[in-house]
């Protein structure tokens, strides 16, 4: 079956502007997890959400948002972008029953870069 | 709080021979998953292996080996017989439980293994 799709793959976007990114689950998949991934910091959590509810949320700044619709595709949303908004952004999506030992399965990211 | 460590920014490793990456955790969790994964250069990442803190052996996926002491609070990967297409960047990951009573992943900062020829 499919894997996780992220799309757009490349984003150049100017500063004080704002950005979509767009995640489509593993078919039967119903919760997307976003991680933020920069040399710096490495992999952040940012959100996660099942049948169409933030489940957990990462210590991002309310700039960043996102939501999930009834087929479970999930799209994230940068306002007022920042330089440092600049980096990977990663989907993984997972069956959603919240074991520990659930396996996540990602998409190869959008690279995003705010000039 | 859940906390991965992994100390080696970098390691190199001939083909054929086996390699070791290390990872120690943190948490209070009683229950918790320790995760694989490789991201080569394409940036998606690829799940590798998977050990539950109650398994009682020590988890295998084909050449890829977890060290798991649990006293110790280590999770290492131990590569047998390195690939040139191994050439990757490898993360430890954890998941645990949180107060909402669902598991998030929290990742270490990684270890970039480059295989020689």
């Known amino acids: 079956k499919a894997g996780v799709t992220q799309t757009p793959r490349y984003l150049i976007k100017t500063r004080g502007q704002q950005v979509t990114l767009s995640c489509s689950p593993i078919s039967g998949h119903r919760s997307v997890s976003w991680y933020q991934q920069t040399p710096g910091q490495g992999l952040q959590f940012l959100f996660e959400y099942f049948s169409e509810t933030q489940r957990n949320k990462g210590n991002f700044p309310g700039r960043f948002s996102g939501r999930q619709f009834s087929n479970s595709r999930s799209e994230m949303n940068v306002s007022t972008l920042e330089l440092g908004d600049s980096a990977l952004y990663l989907c993984?999506?997972?069956?959603?029953?919240?074991?520990?030992?659930?396996?996540?399965?990602f998409g190869q990211g959008t690279r995003l870069t705010v000039v | 709080a859940q906390k991965i460590t992994q100390t080696q920014p970098g390691m190199f490793v001939q083909e054929k021979e086996a390699v070791t990456l290390d990872c120690t955790y943190d948490t209070s969790d009683p229950s918790y998953g320790l995760f694989w994964y490789k991201q080569p250069s394409s940036g998606e990442m690829i799940f590798l292996i998977y050990?539950?803190?109650?398994?009682?052996q020590n988890a295998t996926e084909g050449r890829y080996s977890l060290n798991f002491q649990k006293a110790r609070k280590s999770a290492n990967l131990v590569i047998s017989a390195s690939q040139l297409g191994d050439s990757a960047m490898y993360f430890c990951?954890?998941?645990?439980?949180?107060?909402?009573?669902?598991?998030?992943?929290?990742f270490g900062k990684g270890t970039m293994l480059l295989v020689s020829p």
């Open positions: 050990q539950g803190s109650y398994d009682q």
């Open positions: 993984a999506s997972d069956s959603g029953g919240g074991e520990v030992g659930t396996e996540a399965f």
């Open positions: 990951a954890m998941r645990g439980v949180t107060r909402g009573g669902y598991s998030t992943l929290t």
